[in-house]
């Protein structure tokens, strides 16, 4: 059976929801079409079956999931070449995995080595704050170090990030599994020594690269057992656990839930191990998280 990587692939000029092994694209709903019509599978729903549009794909659940996975599979081992279903991954093409109306919903030091790093009492409560979806940059954008504030230190963060997958609010703790759909990487930056700009040195042009794409929880051993790492120029300056975060993630998700209706594409991302150095420009950012991928990004100064 194939893994699902699933990612918004810009061809074209057209978004295609797609799954991304190595560098190969499959196109999912052109896969499951050609499938459902070489297999007399009954093609009328097909849009719904496994829909192109990313929002409808994750309000689809485990169907769209289990149909992308029989329509790769057929595709594979009948060697099908059909450059509408499969191509290459060409170079900056890869969307970041959030939809329009998303919340970027980032909570703070959440693991214990995040404060033991700023020398203060891990918190009783998971902190929250949010991103705007404009701020939100995929695979391989720019990170844009702001001239204002530069050299003012830019750190970072691997953080594993829930994708929501159906609506709900004040959900109990218990029933939080139901509305997770997957996993990405988010890579919080942070323009750090400036608390006096507010909210701004959280959430500033380009201070939430994510993805690269979104591997759906069933494909997932244990979101609580992942490495992260992240690199910059090739070498390791962060590594941490999933095992590590101080709050589970249905007490995370449940107490958002709380004051906020959570929908289908919503993000939250659970902190990362904490950094310990800054980026510049000219560097190429990696953040890494085991299971889902590498998250590429280059480091320009604002012109």
């Known amino acids: 059976m194939s893994k699902l990587n699933i990612a918004i692939v810009k061809k074209n000029n057209t978004q295609r929801v797609t799954s991304i092994d190595d560098k190969t694209v499959y196109d999912l709903a052109y896969c499951y079409l050609a499938m459902a019509k070489e297999t007399n599978i009954d093609v009328s729903d097909a849009n719904t079956s496994v829909p192109n549009n990313f929002e409808d794909f994750i309000k689809q659940g485990n169907k769209a999931i289990q149909n992308s996975l029989n329509a790769i599979d057929w595709v594979v081992e009948n060697k099908i070449n059909d450059r509408n279903l499969i191509w290459d991954l060409e170079p900056n093409t890869i969307q970041a995995p959030i939809i329009n109306s998303s919340k970027i919903i980032m909570i703070g030091d959440t693991y214990k080595s995040h404060a033991e790093i700023g020398g203060h009492v891990p918190p009783t409560r998971p902190g929250i704050f949010f991103k705007m979806s404009q701020v939100v940059i995929g695979a391989d954008d720019p990170i844009i170090y702001l001239k204002n504030y530069y050299p003012q230190p830019l750190?970072?963060?691997?953080?594993?990030?829930?994708?929501?997958?159906?609506?709900?609010?004040?959900?109990p703790e218990n029933q939080i599994q139901d509305y997770i759909w997957g996993y990405t990487i988010c890579n919080d930056l942070t323009i750090s020594g400036v608390k006096d700009l507010g909210p701004r040195y959280k959430c500033f042009e380009s201070s939430a690269p994510i993805g690269p794409w979104v591997v759906h929880k069933s494909q997932i051993g244990d979101p609580l057992n992942l490495d992260l790492e992240f690199r910059i120029n090739g070498k390791s300056v962060q590594q941490g656990n999933t095992n590590k975060l101080i709050f589970s993630t249905e007490s995370i998700i449940s107490e958002v839930s709380m004051y906020h209706k959570l929908r289908p594409g919503d993000i939250?991302?659970?902190?990362?191990?904490?950094?310990?150095?800054?980026?510049?420009?000219?560097?190429?950012?990696?953040?890494?998280?085991?299971?889902?991928g590498t998250l590429r990004n280059p480091v320009i100064l604002e012109n």
Do not use: H, R, Y
């Open 155 to 171: 750190k970072f963060d691997t953080e594993l990030a829930v994708v929501i997958g159906k609506e709900g609010m004040s959900i």
């Open 268 to 292: 939250i991302s659970l902190g990362g191990p904490g950094p310990t150095t800054t980026l510049n420009p000219g560097d190429i950012a990696e953040a890494e998280i085991q299971s889902i």
